[in-house]
Protein backbone atom coordinates (compact mmCIF):
# COMPACT_ATOMS: atom_id res chain seq x y z
CA UNK A 1 0.00 0.00 0.00
CA UNK A 2 1.10 3.66 -0.84
CA UNK A 3 1.74 5.60 2.48
CA UNK A 4 0.37 8.80 2.78
CA UNK A 5 2.85 12.45 1.90
CA UNK A 6 3.41 13.90 5.28
CA UNK A 7 3.32 17.07 5.36
CA UNK A 8 4.60 19.23 8.59
CA UNK A 9 1.71 19.96 10.62
CA UNK A 10 0.30 23.56 9.64
CA UNK A 11 1.29 23.43 6.21
CA UNK A 12 -1.39 23.86 3.46
CA UNK A 13 -1.27 22.55 -0.07
CA UNK A 14 2.01 23.34 -2.28
CA UNK A 15 1.57 27.24 -4.17
CA UNK A 16 -0.97 28.51 -1.32
CA UNK A 17 1.80 29.87 0.51
CA UNK A 18 2.87 31.92 -2.15
CA UNK A 19 -0.56 33.23 -3.36
CA UNK A 20 -0.90 33.81 0.62
CA UNK A 21 2.33 35.48 0.54
CA UNK A 22 1.03 38.01 -2.81
CA UNK A 23 -0.22 42.14 -1.95
CA UNK A 24 -4.02 41.94 -2.70
CA UNK A 25 -4.63 44.88 -5.11
CA UNK A 26 -6.77 47.72 -2.91
CA UNK A 27 -10.22 48.07 -3.99
CA UNK A 28 -11.13 51.20 -6.53
CA UNK A 29 -12.85 53.34 -3.43
CA UNK A 30 -9.43 52.82 -1.68
CA UNK A 31 -7.50 53.93 -4.44
CA UNK A 32 -9.33 57.12 -6.01
CA UNK A 33 -8.51 59.50 -3.60
CA UNK A 34 -4.99 58.62 -3.44
CA UNK A 35 -5.44 59.08 -7.10
CA UNK A 36 -7.03 62.52 -7.06
CA UNK A 37 -4.79 63.92 -4.37
CA UNK A 38 -1.81 63.26 -6.57
CA UNK A 39 -3.72 64.57 -9.45
CA UNK A 40 -4.50 67.84 -7.42
CA UNK A 41 -0.84 68.17 -6.56
CA UNK A 42 0.86 67.85 -9.86
CA UNK A 43 -1.92 70.53 -11.04
CA UNK A 44 -0.99 73.02 -7.85
CA UNK A 45 2.77 72.79 -8.81
CA UNK A 46 1.53 73.18 -12.98
CA UNK A 47 -0.45 76.58 -12.18
CA UNK A 48 2.64 77.45 -9.75
CA UNK A 49 5.43 77.20 -12.05
CA UNK A 50 4.46 75.87 -15.63
CA UNK A 51 1.49 77.05 -17.00
CA UNK A 52 -1.95 79.07 -16.12
CA UNK A 53 -5.21 79.72 -17.82
CA UNK A 54 -6.59 82.84 -17.94
CA UNK A 55 -10.07 84.88 -19.66
CA UNK A 56 -9.73 87.15 -21.90
CA UNK A 57 -12.57 89.78 -20.45
CA UNK A 58 -12.75 92.87 -22.69
CA UNK A 59 -11.92 94.01 -26.09
CA UNK A 60 -9.19 95.80 -25.88
CA UNK A 61 -6.63 92.86 -27.28
CA UNK A 62 -8.91 92.43 -30.55
CA UNK A 63 -8.63 91.25 -32.75
CA UNK A 64 -5.47 89.17 -31.40
CA UNK A 65 -7.58 88.10 -28.54
CA UNK A 66 -11.05 88.26 -28.61
CA UNK A 67 -13.56 89.03 -25.42
CA UNK A 68 -14.06 85.05 -23.42
CA UNK A 69 -10.86 83.76 -25.26
CA UNK A 70 -8.65 81.23 -23.21
CA UNK A 71 -5.10 81.88 -22.93
CA UNK A 72 -2.76 79.54 -21.49
CA UNK A 73 0.40 81.90 -19.81
CA UNK A 74 4.19 80.72 -19.70
CA UNK A 75 5.26 80.72 -16.05
CA UNK A 76 8.29 78.66 -16.20
CA UNK A 77 10.49 80.80 -18.19
CA UNK A 78 10.67 83.89 -15.65
CA UNK A 79 12.00 81.25 -12.83
CA UNK A 80 15.18 81.26 -15.08
CA UNK A 81 15.44 84.83 -15.21
CA UNK A 82 13.61 85.71 -18.73
CA UNK A 83 12.29 89.01 -18.80
CA UNK A 84 8.94 90.12 -20.86
CA UNK A 85 10.08 91.27 -24.35
CA UNK A 86 9.13 93.64 -27.42
CA UNK A 87 6.23 92.07 -28.83
CA UNK A 88 5.14 89.93 -26.50
CA UNK A 89 1.66 89.45 -25.26
CA UNK A 90 1.91 89.52 -21.49
CA UNK A 91 -0.26 88.94 -18.83
CA UNK A 92 0.48 91.47 -15.62
CA UNK A 93 -1.05 92.29 -11.92
CA UNK A 94 -2.66 95.32 -11.83
CA UNK A 95 0.07 97.99 -11.08
CA UNK A 96 -2.30 100.32 -9.04
CA UNK A 97 -5.09 102.48 -9.91
CA UNK A 98 -5.63 100.73 -13.70
CA UNK A 99 -8.60 98.69 -13.14
CA UNK A 100 -10.95 100.76 -11.09
CA UNK A 101 -14.11 97.89 -10.63
CA UNK A 102 -14.02 95.56 -8.11
CA UNK A 103 -13.37 92.12 -8.68
CA UNK A 104 -16.24 89.64 -9.59
CA UNK A 105 -17.32 86.97 -7.54
CA UNK A 106 -17.79 83.38 -8.50
CA UNK A 107 -19.46 80.21 -7.62
CA UNK A 108 -16.98 77.92 -5.01
CA UNK A 109 -16.90 75.63 -7.59
CA UNK A 110 -15.06 77.64 -9.92
CA UNK A 111 -13.15 78.85 -7.34
CA UNK A 112 -11.97 75.13 -6.75
CA UNK A 113 -10.49 74.58 -10.18
CA UNK A 114 -9.76 78.13 -10.60
CA UNK A 115 -7.27 77.72 -7.18
CA UNK A 116 -5.90 74.41 -8.92
CA UNK A 117 -5.46 75.67 -12.73
CA UNK A 118 -8.20 74.55 -14.40
CA UNK A 119 -9.85 77.65 -14.90
CA UNK A 120 -9.26 81.56 -14.67
CA UNK A 121 -10.05 83.07 -11.59
CA UNK A 122 -12.57 86.14 -11.74
CA UNK A 123 -10.82 87.38 -8.62
CA UNK A 124 -7.65 88.29 -9.68
CA UNK A 125 -7.13 92.28 -11.10
CA UNK A 126 -5.11 90.90 -13.89
CA UNK A 127 -4.66 92.76 -17.46
CA UNK A 128 -3.07 91.45 -20.61
CA UNK A 129 -1.56 93.80 -23.17
CA UNK A 130 1.49 93.70 -25.73
CA UNK A 131 5.22 95.03 -24.52
CA UNK A 132 5.92 98.03 -27.18
CA UNK A 133 8.89 98.85 -25.49
CA UNK A 134 11.33 97.45 -22.52
CA UNK A 135 13.78 99.33 -19.86
CA UNK A 136 16.02 102.02 -21.93
CA UNK A 137 14.14 102.43 -24.69
CA UNK A 138 12.25 105.61 -25.85
CA UNK A 139 8.82 105.51 -27.16
CA UNK A 140 6.57 107.81 -29.09
CA UNK A 141 4.04 108.09 -31.15
CA UNK A 142 2.72 111.84 -32.51
CA UNK A 143 -1.15 111.20 -33.17
CA UNK A 144 -3.06 110.74 -36.33
CA UNK A 145 -1.20 108.02 -39.03
CA UNK A 146 2.34 108.29 -37.60
CA UNK A 147 3.05 104.74 -36.64
CA UNK A 148 4.75 104.16 -32.80
CA UNK A 149 8.39 104.82 -32.84
CA UNK A 150 10.59 102.91 -30.68
CA UNK A 151 14.14 104.11 -30.39
CA UNK A 152 13.59 106.03 -33.63
CA UNK A 153 12.11 102.95 -35.35
CA UNK A 154 8.69 102.91 -36.74
CA UNK A 155 6.88 100.02 -36.09
CA UNK A 156 4.59 98.15 -38.51
CA UNK A 157 1.67 96.82 -37.24
CA UNK A 158 -0.40 94.54 -38.92
CA UNK A 159 -2.02 93.07 -35.69
CA UNK A 160 -3.62 96.35 -34.58
CA UNK A 161 -7.50 96.28 -34.96
CA UNK A 162 -8.59 97.21 -38.30
CA UNK A 163 -9.93 101.03 -38.76
CA UNK A 164 -7.39 101.91 -35.66
CA UNK A 165 -4.99 104.47 -35.85
CA UNK A 166 -1.38 103.65 -34.26
CA UNK A 167 -1.79 105.71 -31.10
CA UNK A 168 -5.82 106.08 -31.03
CA UNK A 169 -6.54 109.18 -29.89
CA UNK A 170 -4.08 109.38 -27.36
CA UNK A 171 -0.68 110.37 -28.84
CA UNK A 172 2.20 110.58 -26.67
CA UNK A 173 6.26 110.92 -25.67
CA UNK A 174 8.71 110.43 -26.26
CA UNK A 175 8.84 108.68 -23.03
CA UNK A 176 12.06 106.87 -21.68
CA UNK A 177 11.61 103.15 -20.41
CA UNK A 178 12.81 103.13 -16.73
CA UNK A 179 14.95 100.21 -16.39
CA UNK A 180 13.02 96.99 -15.13
CA UNK A 181 9.96 98.21 -16.65
CA UNK A 182 7.96 97.80 -19.69
CA UNK A 183 5.42 100.00 -21.65
CA UNK A 184 2.37 98.42 -23.08
CA UNK A 185 -0.37 99.01 -25.42
CA UNK A 186 -3.68 96.73 -26.55
CA UNK A 187 -3.79 95.81 -29.91
CA UNK A 188 -6.91 97.59 -29.84
CA UNK A 189 -5.41 101.10 -29.94
CA UNK A 190 -8.91 103.31 -29.30
CA UNK A 191 -10.39 100.80 -26.83
CA UNK A 192 -7.57 99.77 -24.72
CA UNK A 193 -6.42 101.47 -21.19
CA UNK A 194 -3.47 100.66 -21.55
CA UNK A 195 0.19 102.62 -20.53
CA UNK A 196 -0.84 105.49 -22.44
CA UNK A 197 -3.90 106.39 -19.99
CA UNK A 198 -1.70 106.26 -17.01
CA UNK A 199 0.74 108.66 -17.26
CA UNK A 200 0.15 110.62 -13.97
CA UNK A 201 0.49 107.45 -11.89
CA UNK A 202 3.53 106.46 -10.28
CA UNK A 203 5.89 105.00 -13.05
CA UNK A 204 4.43 107.27 -15.80
CA UNK A 205 2.64 104.87 -17.36
CA UNK A 206 4.98 101.61 -17.12
CA UNK A 207 4.72 98.46 -15.90
CA UNK A 208 7.23 96.79 -13.68
CA UNK A 209 8.45 93.38 -14.67
CA UNK A 210 7.92 91.89 -11.32
CA UNK A 211 4.11 92.48 -11.97
CA UNK A 212 3.96 90.56 -14.87
CA UNK A 213 2.88 86.76 -14.49
CA UNK A 214 4.13 85.18 -17.76
CA UNK A 215 3.93 85.25 -21.54
CA UNK A 216 0.45 84.81 -23.29
CA UNK A 217 1.72 81.93 -25.73
CA UNK A 218 -1.73 80.05 -27.24
CA UNK A 219 -5.17 80.56 -27.48
CA UNK A 220 -6.31 77.33 -25.97
CA UNK A 221 -10.28 78.30 -26.31
CA UNK A 222 -13.01 77.91 -27.93
CA UNK A 223 -11.11 75.21 -30.42
CA UNK A 224 -11.58 76.96 -33.60
CA UNK A 225 -9.48 79.61 -32.41
CA UNK A 226 -6.77 77.88 -31.58
CA UNK A 227 -3.28 79.57 -32.48
CA UNK A 228 -0.06 80.70 -31.35
CA UNK A 229 1.07 84.43 -30.17
CA UNK A 230 4.18 85.05 -31.76
CA UNK A 231 5.94 87.96 -31.51
CA UNK A 232 5.82 90.07 -34.74
CA UNK A 233 8.59 90.37 -37.20
CA UNK A 234 8.50 94.55 -36.89
CA UNK A 235 9.71 93.83 -33.39
CA UNK A 236 12.86 91.86 -35.02
CA UNK A 237 14.08 94.76 -37.46
CA UNK A 238 17.80 95.88 -37.32
CA UNK A 239 18.09 98.67 -35.31
CA UNK A 240 15.61 98.76 -33.10
CA UNK A 241 17.90 97.92 -29.77
CA UNK A 242 20.75 99.82 -31.30
CA UNK A 243 19.56 102.89 -28.56
CA UNK A 244 19.24 100.96 -25.90
CA UNK A 245 22.33 99.00 -26.23
CA UNK A 246 24.81 101.89 -27.35
CA UNK A 247 25.16 103.58 -24.15
CA UNK A 248 27.01 100.16 -22.48
CA UNK A 249 29.19 99.65 -25.55
CA UNK A 250 29.84 103.06 -25.66
CA UNK A 251 31.30 103.13 -21.85
CA UNK A 252 33.34 99.50 -22.61
CA UNK A 253 34.96 100.84 -25.74
CA UNK A 254 35.39 103.78 -23.66
CA UNK A 255 37.08 102.05 -20.58
CA UNK A 256 39.42 100.01 -22.85
CA UNK A 257 41.79 102.82 -23.32
CA UNK A 258 41.94 104.17 -19.91
CA UNK A 259 42.69 100.39 -18.65
CA UNK A 260 44.91 99.91 -21.19
CA UNK A 261 46.84 103.41 -19.63
CA UNK A 262 47.04 102.35 -16.39
CA UNK A 263 48.72 98.82 -17.16
CA UNK A 264 51.68 100.85 -18.71
CA UNK A 265 51.79 103.53 -15.93
CA UNK A 266 51.73 100.13 -13.25
CA UNK A 267 54.71 98.54 -15.55
CA UNK A 268 56.67 101.26 -15.48
CA UNK A 269 56.78 101.66 -11.74
CA UNK A 270 56.98 98.40 -11.03
CA UNK A 271 60.54 97.84 -9.52
CA UNK A 272 63.43 95.87 -12.13
CA UNK A 273 63.41 92.02 -10.66
CA UNK A 274 66.52 90.09 -10.81
Not at 38 to 49: N, R, V
Not at 65 to 93: A, I, M, N, Y
Not at 221 to 242: E, M, Y
Request: proline share 9%; charged share 25%; aromatic share 6%.
Amino acid sequence: MQEAEERPEGAGRPGEAGRAGRRQPRPLWKELPILIGIALILALIIKSFLVQAFSIPSDSMQNTLQRGDRVLVDKLTPWFGSKPERGEVVVFHDPGGWLNEPATGQNPFRKVLSFIGLMPSADEKDLIKRVIAIGGDTVECKGGDEPVLVNGKALKEPYVFAGNTPCGDKPFGPVTVPEGRMWVMGDHRQDSLDSRYHQDLEGGGTVSVDEAVGRAIVVAWPVNRWSTLPVPDTFGQKGLSAAAVAPSALGFMGAVPIVLWRRRRQARRAPARS
